[in-house]
RNA sequence: GUCCCGUUCGUCUAGCCCGGUCCAGGACACGGCCCUUUCAAGGCUGUAACACGGGUUCAAAUCCCGUACGGGACGCCA
């Protein structure tokens, strides 16, 4: 039975690369029928935040991960969060002493940094240097008896330390350069390292799936599983997600929070696609344009690159356009962006939002710009002519004008059907057709030289002056007034 | 300083383990063409990469050695 788990920590929004080492992890479990847990590392007491560990399931779910066993919803292995198996650290670190594979050390903290700082200074290699390893019985006893603070260190064995990972392949490491590290932290708390191993192990995780960033720890933890006489998981270690000036992902670089991509109106089916071909890639060649369900039945673990991927905003909405127009979720969200927005009329709303859904939607990346295209779609301001010199210009346009207009008054609210018609008459009489007859009826109509078809315009033009959405002046009005300015 | 990891089109990548079918394939971006009253979309199409240097071999993106550059670990952070 395959389990893989997401850890992350509560002490911030769950970031893009971390999302990806959580995507890839449910996607393995998956595609494989295996479980899937969710286990909150919040030992580090100064930074955590439940606040924030909310926030993480909200963005998984968003995305559209769903989880068999978390803090949230209990399971088997309870409890999930770090910060309330500490005596389940303890006991495994007493075990550990009792077996000699561990031991107290009273090193004071202060002369180990000085220690440390001074062979760095001097460009040497440092470790620990073992000071408290065979401290006797009594030793032991009077230091305790002092209230001299303690912490548990691991005994680092000598010899070759091996494991496998999936991604990087056979990985060997000799453990003379490993300091032995610490488990329990004079204040109780255990540390990354420990914790993280008491925690695979007891929870049966079968598939370690985190960032590169841990490569180097996995030794240590190596050294854990064995000392603990645990059987050793798979590992798979994920490569680090690249802004565009190939730094680390950071705030630096725009949007990289989960949430922040929601709320900029990105689809969680094209957030969940994009991620999932940062550093893997279906088998298939051809379009990247792959469903969740699809995901799951190609993810392969082994077909993980190892090298760091840029976050490319371009193929994020790229892909993003194509569930805008495909996805049943879509509308409901554009919806509520209308709303949100004051573009939507109370009444008519289905016809509206077809129209929107046809004719704005296509041309945004992404659902927050649609109340900015719509104004640039509808505004319609006598000011600047600069984009329309040319019918301006043009006498026979402004005559073929002139009748358009006297066709408008006789009509209450112009429709596409009505427009056409219109279009026919003005053809015949003014000898003018395409861009002769269209240039200049968008030009009174928009003061623009492009923009949507007029047909699909015309309709977004009424429908929004008949329910006075953003004071969006209707067709008549607009050639009226535009030939009292220019005719 | 020591140890570890990485390096294929601008970007994401396939190929590398099992050398020839790769004068390197796909996707995004970019350019061109078509469609069209215009823009976008869509269809077609083009430009563009094996970090560098040695070696092994009839043959190397693929195997070996080295160099450069980038990243990580060496924490009572995770």
């Known amino acids: 039975m395959i389990r893989t788990r997401f850890a992350p920590s509560p002490t911030g ?6 999302v990806r080492t959580g995507l890839f992890a449910w996607l393995f479990a998956r595609n494989l029928g295996g479980s899937y847990l969710i286990r909150i590392e919040d030992t580090d007491q100064e930074r955590s935040e439940r606040q924030f560990e909310d926030q993480i399931y909200e963005d998984l779910r968003w995305l559209g991960l769903d989880w068999d066993e978390g803090p949230d919803i209990g399971g088997a292995f309870e409890p999930y969060r770090q910060s309330e198996r500490r005596e389940i650290y303890r006991t495994h ?16 903290e202060q ?12 460009g040497e290699f440092w470790k620990y240097p073992g000071t408290c390893r065979d401290l006797s019985k009594s030793d032991i006893q009077k230091r305790f008896a002092a209230n001299d603070p303690a912490v548990v260190r691991l005994r680092v064995r000598s010899g070759v330390i091996r494991f496998r990972d999936i991604v990087h392949g056979d990985m060997e490491f000799a453990s003379d350069v490993i300091s032995d590290p610490i488990l329990l932290r004079s204040d109780g708390w255990p540390t990354y390292n420990y914790a993280v191993v008491v925690d695979d192990a007891m929870m049966k995780i079968t598939h370690v799936i985190r960032g590169d960033d841990h490569l180097s720890n996995t030794p240590k933890q190596v050294l854990i599983y064995e000392a603990l006489d645990m059987p050793l998981p ?6 680090t997600i690249l802004g565009p000036d ?3 992902l950071s705030k630096r670089h725009g949007a990289t929070a989960v949430s922040q991509f929601r709320e900029a109106g990105y689809l969680p089916e094209a957030m969940m696609n994009y991620i999932s071909l940062l550093g893997w890639s279906p088998v298939s060649e051809g379009s990247e344009i792959l469903p969740g369900d699809e995901l799951i039945r190609q993810f392969r673990l082994d077909r993980v690159n190892k090298s760091p991927a840029v976050f ?5 909405n790229f892909i993003n356009r194509h569930y805008l127009k495909t996805s049943p979720a879509a509308g409901e969200l554009v919806s509520r962006e209308l709303q949100r927005s004051d573009w939507m009329p109370q009444a008519e709303g289905d016809s509206w939002m077809a129209m929107v859904m046809d004719t704005v ?3 945004v990346d992404k659902v927050s710009e649609i109340p900015d295209r719509l104004t640039q779609m509808l505004e319609f301001s006598l000011e600047d002519s600069s984009d329309i010199q040319d019918t301006l210009g043009d006498s026979g346009a402004i005559e073929m004008l002139r009748q358009f207009l006297a066709e408008l008054d006789s009509r209450d609210q112009l429709t596409t059907a009505q427009f056409r018609e219109i279009a026919g008459k003005l053809k015949e009489s003014s000898k003018r057709k395409g861009k002769q007859l269209f240039h200049p009826v968008r030009a009174a109509l928009t003061m623009k030289s492009s923009g949507p078809e007029l047909d699909k315009l015309i309709p977004l033009i009424e429908t929004a002056a008949k329910y006075d959405l953003h004071h969006v002046a209707r067709c008549r009005d607009r050639v009226r007034d535009f ?3 220019y005719g």
């Open 13 to 18: 929004l769950l970031h893009v690369g971390n």
């Open 312 to 316: 490319d905003t371009h193929k994020l």
């Open 111 to 122: 002369e180990l940094d000085q220690a440390a700082e001074a062979a760095r200074q001097s």
């Open 93 to 108: 670190a007493e075990h550990l002493i009792e077996k000699g594979h561990a031991y107290w050390c009273f090193c004071s």
């Open 483 to 485: 030939l009292v300015r």
């Open 234 to 239: 798979e590992f798979a270690h994920l490569s």
């Open 246 to 248: 190939h730094t680390r």
């Open 361 to 363: 939607v296509p041309t």
